[in-house]
């Protein structure tokens, strides 16, 4: 495996539908924001972890907007106008019921660092923004869309309007969504010792949820610093390398449980469902669960099939 972030401009080769407005993902990307308008189809989709902050403004919403929160689905309503946040590097998984219509807004690590520098004082390090699937925010919602119309205007001074309206969005973010961690930290690997417990904390826990925060504080990290330091140690990202313990785990389970229902397997190994487990299984062995056991299992009293 190696560490892969999502960029702003690969987003259709994950998420299936349009462009509705080009514009500046593509003539901005050595800069600190840029927006593209979507129309995304209905879909269930998981989105890797995010190379950037990104922000999401609603123009065309959904009666029935799913975020999988680790342990479960959440249903949401969505007006046009509510925002969505997503922090870099933790990957999420969705689905919507329609079409829905969204422009996003990527903010880079160096722009939210600066901002957290030079207005907060902060070390970005020591910040941390959750993944915040809807919120009601007018301020922030008026913000992008003004944010959109200069980007997109060709009046005078619009460039430089719309530079003071990136660094009033992570002012916004900052003030209201962004947590920030006490401790300082100094550290820029994580020792033998608090390793080990990471991946035993792991391991004992790959049937239940495993949040990037639960590994922070295992190592006695923030959580955005963890992510950084994880991927030095590891080359992955923390949900790859979970991800990949659960793909272990079931591989193990297939090959000796036979008589063990598909089901049964996938909520052992702290996948959402068993059609997430199939479609991680395609990815990566490009063979279902079935086909896997199938090829591997045993049994030391004859074969059973299982359904």
Same mark, same amino acid.
């Given at each position: 495996?190696s560490?892969?972030?999502?960029?702003?401009?690969?987003?259709l080769?994950?998420?299936?539908?349009?462009?509705?407005?080009?514009?500046?993902? /593509?003539?901005? !990307?050595?800069? %600190?924001?840029?927006?593209?308008?979507?129309?995304?189809?209905?879909?269930? +989709? $998981?989105?890797?972890?995010?190379?950037?902050?990104? !922000?999401?403004?609603?123009?065309?919403?959904?009666?029935?907007?799913g #975020?999988?929160?680790?342990? @479960?689905?959440?249903?949401?309503? +969505?007006?046009?106008?509510? +925002?969505?946040? !997503?922090?870099?590097?933790?990957?999420?998984?969705?689905?919507?019921?329609?079409?829905?219509?969204?422009?996003?807004?990527?903010?880079?690590?160096?722009?939210?660092?600066? +901002?957290?520098?030079?207005?907060? =004082?902060?070390?970005i390090?020591?910040v941390?923004?959750?993944?915040?699937?809807?919120?009601?925010?007018?301020?922030?919602?008026?913000?992008?869309?003004r944010?959109?119309?200069?980007?997109?205007?060709?009046?005078? %001074?619009? $460039?430089? #309007?719309?530079?003071?309206?990136?660094?009033?969005?992570?002012? =916004?973010?900052?003030?209201?969504?962004?947590?920030? /961690? %006490?401790?300082?930290?100094?550290?820029?690997?994580?020792?033998?010792?608090?390793?080990?417990?990471?991946?035993?904390?792991?391991?004992?826990?790959?049937? %239940?949820?495993?949040?990037?925060? $639960?590994?922070?504080?295992?190592? /006695?990290l923030?959580?955005?610093?963890?992510? @950084?330091? #994880?991927?030095?140690? #590891?080359?992955?990202?923390?949900?790859?390398?979970?991800?990949?313990?659960?793909?272990?785990?079931?591989?193990?389970?297939?090959?000796?449980? @036979?008589?063990?229902?598909?089901?049964?397997?996938?909520?052992?190994?702290?996948?959402? $469902?068993?059609? =997430?487990?199939?479609r991680?299984?395609k990815?990566?062995?490009?063979?279902?669960?079935?086909?896997?056991? /199938?090829?591997?299992?045993?049994?030391?009293?004859?074969?059973?099939?299982?359904?």
């Open positions: 495996m560490l892969t972030l999502l960029a702003p401009e690969k987003m080769e994950v998420i299936p539908g349009e462009v509705t407005i080009k514009g500046t993902v /593509d003539t901005l !990307l050595n800069k %600190g924001m840029s927006i593209r308008g979507y129309r995304f189809y209905k879909t269930e +989709v $998981d989105i890797p972890s995010m190379r950037d902050y990104e !922000l999401v403004r609603w123009k065309k919403g959904t009666a029935n907007l #975020f999988h929160d680790g342990s @479960r689905w959440r249903k949401n309503a +969505v007006q046009a106008n509510d +925002v969505t946040i !997503l922090t870099r590097g933790e990957s999420s998984r969705w689905y919507w019921m329609n079409d829905i219509e969204v422009s996003h807004i990527y903010i880079s690590q160096a722009l939210m660092a600066k +901002v957290a520098s030079e207005i907060f =004082h902060k070390n390090d020591r941390f923004v959750d993944h915040y699937p809807i919120v009601n925010d007018p301020a922030l919602s008026a913000l992008m869309g944010y959109e119309a200069e980007v997109l205007s060709e009046e005078p %001074g619009s $460039d430089l #309007f719309s530079q003071s309206l990136e660094v009033q969005l992570c002012i =916004h973010l900052m003030r209201k969504y962004i947590k920030c /961690d %006490g401790q300082e930290e100094t550290a820029s690997r994580i020792s033998s010792a608090r390793l080990d417990a990471l991946q035993r904390y792991i391991v004992t826990h790959l049937s %239940g949820a495993i949040s990037v925060k $639960d590994m922070a504080a295992i190592v /006695d923030s959580p955005s610093h963890f992510v @950084r330091v #994880f991927a030095t140690v #590891f080359g992955v990202s923390p949900h790859q390398y979970v991800q990949a313990q659960r793909l272990k785990r079931a591989e193990r389970l297939l090959s000796t449980l @036979r008589n063990v229902p598909l089901k049964a397997v996938a909520m052992d190994c702290g996948f959402a $469902d068993q059609s =997430h487990m199939t991680l299984f990815e990566r062995l490009l063979m279902t669960p079935k086909e896997y056991r /199938d090829k591997h299992a045993f049994s030391l009293f004859g074969s059973l099939t299982v359904q």
